[in-house]
């Protein structure tokens, strides 16, 4: 069970869906990947990710993390784990327009005490925004908003980072961008789970490609990506 994500046999149904938006999928994501999920609109790529997620609970069949079976958790239990485990990035940022940027990135970590304020700055650096810490999201440009929504997903530190279309409303220099702080995170050891339509990015970023059609895995190839060469 050394499985870092594993899906067995999973199918999603959703409500007044007439067929699975994912059909008997199974599949093992082991620590360390940067697995990315390509496929058509509507192949079920998101309702994959939010399932990892413990966003959404499948209809039928087991999602487990790190030997956890996250579909068997209550909902305070599934919170906890979003909470402590997952680090979530989506297209559209999602941040709070009221609070600064670094209100934001701490908003995760109100409950996990006083090193938070300290991490959070470091991650501004990282992430190369420590100019725009006190701003607030409307002053900001689209892709350093979402490098302030990478910085939320991950001040908890979680075991995995998953993200959905991340690049999706970006501009190519600031797409670019994103990616190479996706990329320094994988090098550095973070679990990646990454939806995109883009098979250049998949190419150049992922260990792993999977593609999705009709709610089912149709292809998984393992690779190297290009960007690494590129490192090395
Ligand atoms: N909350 C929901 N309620 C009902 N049906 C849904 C819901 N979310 C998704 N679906 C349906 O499930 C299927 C898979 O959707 P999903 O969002 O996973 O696709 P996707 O691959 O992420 O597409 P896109 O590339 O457009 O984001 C689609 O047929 C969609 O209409
Ligand atoms: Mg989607």
Redesign the pocket.
């Known amino acids: 069970m050394s499985d870092f994500v594993r899906l067995d046999s999973v199918t999603?149904v959703?409500?007044?869906?007439i067929?699975?938006?994912?059909n008997d999928v199974s599949l093992s994501v082991d620590e360390g990947e940067f697995a990315v999920?390509m496929?058509?609109?509507?192949?079920?790529?998101?309702?994959?990710?939010?399932l990892v997620a413990g966003l959404?609970r499948p209809t039928s069949g087991r999602v487990a993390v790190r030997g956890v079976d996250i579909d068997k958790l209550g909902e305070a239990a599934l919170a906890r784990f979003r909470r402590d485990s997952i680090g979530l990035v989506f297209q559209f940022f999602y941040l709070l327009p009221n609070l600064t940027a670094l209100e934001n990135v701490l908003l995760p970590a109100q409950l996990k005490g006083n090193n938070a304020a300290a991490r959070a700055r470091e991650l501004f650096e990282r992430l190369g925004i420590g100019e725009v810490a006190e701003r607030f999201p409307a002053r900001l440009s689209g892709g350093q908003q979402q490098r302030v929504a990478i910085a939320r997903a991950l001040i908890n530190e979680p075991a995995l980072l998953l993200a959905?279309?991340p690049t999706g409303a970006l501009d190519t220099h600031s797409g670019e961008q994103v990616m190479e702080l996706f990329s320094q995170l994988h090098r550095s050891g973070q679990t990646i789970i990454f939806?995109t339509?883009d098979p250049r990015l998949a190419k150049r970023y992922a260990t792993r490609m999977l593609t999705?059609t009709d709610?089912e895995i149709v292809d998984d190839i393992h690779s190297t990506p290009s960007r690494l060469q590129e490192v090395s």
């Open positions: 999603k959703y409500q007044g869906g067929t699975g938006a994912l999920i496929g058509p609109s509507g192949s079920g790529k998101s309702t994959l990710l939010n959404d959905d279309e939806v339509h999705v709610g």
